[in-house]
Structure formats: structure tokens, C-alpha cells
């Protein structure tokens, strides 16, 4: 079992970043995956990015909304990954979530197994 803490959330100005954390504990096995998500209000949950726990590979969504603002990375020796955002914009509000699964990465919400409980962002104008 895994359990995943995010933290860093907050309201910021158009334009401006912010970093998010996900610290995780519990035992983590190799060929584990950690992912980011959003939810916007009114909308649906959607992929951002994942990266493999011990390779370090990452992904992003295909959305150009987020190419090249958002970085997603991880300090193994902290159990934790981030999520650097960067040139915030207003459609960037949402909670961020962060995900684990074992076995390979998913953009499917329902394909991840583990969850924390999310973080606000707010961007303001």
C-alpha cells in the first residue's frame, strides 16, 4: 500500500509558478509509476503528466495547454515528486492530484491505484 501526500497549492497571479510536492510512503517497488492530474470545476479529471519511479522517464498530456509550462520530476531519496508549473493561466485552476500505479503509465484516471487527497490552484487574473 502506498499513500500519497501533495501539498504546495495556493493562489497565484496569472504568469506566475508554482511547485507541487507529492510525498509518498509505504514500500515502492520497481516498475512504479507517479502521475499528476487535474480536475477543473465542472469538468472531468484529466491526465498532466507521469514519470517512472526509478528510470525517471516522464510523459506529458498531448494537451498544448501544458507543453513546455509544466515540469514533472522526483527526488527519490525524499519519496517525492513534483509538479513545476510555470506561466500559469487562468484555465490552469483546478485540484491537482497526484496518482501511483504499478506496471506501466496511463492517462486513464481509473487505471491509477493509488491517490492523495489534492491540492487547490488558483490562478488569478
Known amino acids: 500500500q502506498v499513500q500519497l501526500v501533495e501539498s504546495g497549492g495556493g493562489l497565484v497571479q496569472a504568469g506566475g509558478s508554482l511547485r507541487l510536492s507529492c510525498a509518498a510512503s509505504?514500500?515502492?517497488?520497481?516498475?512504479?509509476?507517479m502521475g499528476w492530474f487535474r480536475q477543473a470545476p465542472g469538468k472531468e479529471r484529466e491526465f498532466v503528466a507521469a514519470i517512472n519511479w526509478s528510470s525517471g522517464w516522464t510523459t506529458y498530456t498531448d494537451s498544448v495547454s501544458v507543453k513546455g509550462r509544466f515540469i514533472i520530476s522526483r527526488d527519490n531519496a525524499k519519496n517525492t515528486v513534483y509538479l513545476q508549473m510555470n506561466s500559469l493561466k487562468l484555465e490552469d485552476t483546478a485540484v491537482y492530484s497526484c496518482a501511483g500505479r504499478y506496471g506501466g503509465y496511463s492517462a486513464y484516471v481509473r487505471a491509477w491505484d493509488y491517490w492523495g487527497q489534492g491540492t487547490q490552484v488558483t490562478v488569478s487574473s
Open positions: 509505504g514500500r515502492i517497488f520497481s516498475n512504479y509509476f
